[in-house]
């Protein structure tokens, strides 16, 4: 079985810093993993997603993030936020091995709230 | 290129009526279809997914039932709504990635 841990729930952050939304994972088999982002009243977007090849993953928005292996980590990071980024983000992960559903196993989320 | 539609967008009925919620994928086929929902303030729960026609299987004990009549349709029942089924429902299929329709916000009061 597969758990995933978004360490802040919510995470405040002035326009244009940077932010880190930190992701763990735990499982006895490799795993691929996601990142998604959810805008109020809105369906899960996909952000990024690291199947294999380079750690280090560009997705859409301006958001990057590296898996480590070692530290079972996803971290997710973006250089300068804007307002239109608050919204709330879910780290998932998906066992390569083919399981009944291909089911993903989803973090709780952190909500990020970018200020002026 | 693949779309997800859910329908509708918003449902509020009373305690002890029916529902229905639909959702329909396009441009792909035999995809794994799930249902999750949102309750307020929480994450994703996955309630009911489907690798075919027919085939559906149970996350949680609950309230609700799904169908999948057709290879790209997907539909979410109940024959008596309560209280607690209030929440934001998603419809998702899956590539690798899983794709996520827009929602359906329902409120039982």
């Known amino acids: 079985a597969q758990s995933v841990t978004q360490l802040d729930s919510q995470v405040p952050v002035f326009e244009e810093a940077p932010v880190e939304l930190r992701c763990n994972y735990s499982?006895?088999?490799?795993?691929?993993l996601f990142w998604y982002v959810q805008y109020p009243n809105q369906g899960l977007q996909l952000l990024l997603k690291?199947?294999?090849?380079?750690?280090l993953v560009k997705g859409i928005n301006g958001f990057e993030a590296e898996f480590n292996k070692s530290q079972t980590s996803f971290h997710l990071r973006k250089p300068s936020v804007h307002i239109s980024d608050t919204a709330e983000y879910f780290c998932?992960?998906?066992?390569?091995?083919?399981?009944?559903?291909?089911?993903?196993?989803f973090g709780g989320g952190t909500r990020v709230l970018v200020k002026p | 290129s693949q779309t997800i539609h859910q329908w509708p967008a918003t449902l509020v009925q009373p305690v002890g009526s029916p529902l229905s919620l639909e959702c329909t994928v396009e441009?792909?086929?035999?995809?794994?279809l799930y249902w999750y929902r949102q309750a307020a303030g929480r994450g994703l729960q996955l309630l009911f997914y489907?690798?075919?026609?027919?085939?559906i299987s149970s996350e949680v004990p609950q309230n609700l039932s799904a169908s999948r009549p057709q290879d790209r349709q997907f539909i979410l029942s109940s024959k008596k709504l309560l209280l607690s089924d209030s929440g934001f429902y998603l419809c998702?299929?899956?590539?690798?990635?899983?794709?996520f329709g827009p929602g359906t916000r329902l409120t039982v009061l």
């Open positions: 499982s006895s088999v490799s795993v691929y």
């Open positions: 441009g792909t086929s035999n995809p794994n």
């Open positions: 489907s690798v075919g026609i027919g085939q």
């Open positions: 998702a299929w899956s590539g690798v990635a899983q794709y």
């Open positions: 690291y199947l294999s090849g380079s750690t």
């Open positions: 998932a992960v998906l066992p390569l091995i083919k399981a009944a559903g291909n089911k993903l196993t």
